[in-house]
């Protein structure tokens, strides 16, 4: 069982940027990769990134692709997001989940994701 705490989120202004953390506990860190999602009042959870299992390997929704930036601490079991240039549609609450990846491959499908956290609120003043 792991547990995942994001931390980070908060008001910005557009243009802004902001960190965001997800600390892990429970499970062996290593062997999970790590994703960022988020959800929009009204709207379904998309996904944002996903990073692999040594961080070696990473992917961006498209809207986000040059703007994030996502990391990972197998050391201190963190995954992090970093978000530049950000837009009032940016504003959502951010998870993080963990997942076992599928065999030979560097993540799970986006519905195998077993481990969520509570999210973090991520909110852009325009």
Do not use: H, W
């Given at each position: 069982q792991v547990q995942l705490v994001e931390s980070?989120?908060?008001l910005v202004q557009a243009g802004g940027s902001l960190r965001l953390s997800c600390a892990a506990s429970g499970g062996s860190f290593s062997s999970y990769a790590m994703a960022w999602f988020r959800q929009?009042?009204?709207?379904?959870?998309?996904?944002?990134?996903?990073?692999?299992?040594?961080?070696?390997?990473?992917?961006?929704?498209d809207s986000?692709?040059?703007?994030?930036?996502?990391?990972?601490?197998?050391?201190?079991?963190?995954?992090?997001?970093?978000?530049?240039?950000?837009?009032?549609?940016?504003?959502?609450?951010?998870?993080?989940?963990?997942?076992?990846?599928v065999f030979g491959g560097y993540w799970p499908p986006t519905s195998r994701y077993a481990y969520w956290g509570q999210g973090t609120q991520v909110t852009v003043s325009s």
């Open positions: 980070g989120g908060g929009a009042p009204g709207e379904e959870r998309e996904f944002v990134a996903k990073i692999s299992k040594n961080g070696g390997i990473t992917d961006y929704a986000m692709k040059g703007r994030v930036t996502g990391s990972r601490d197998n050391a201190n079991n963190a995954v992090y997001l970093q978000m530049n240039s950000l837009k009032p549609e940016d504003t959502a609450t951010y998870y993080c989940a963990a997942g076992r990846p």
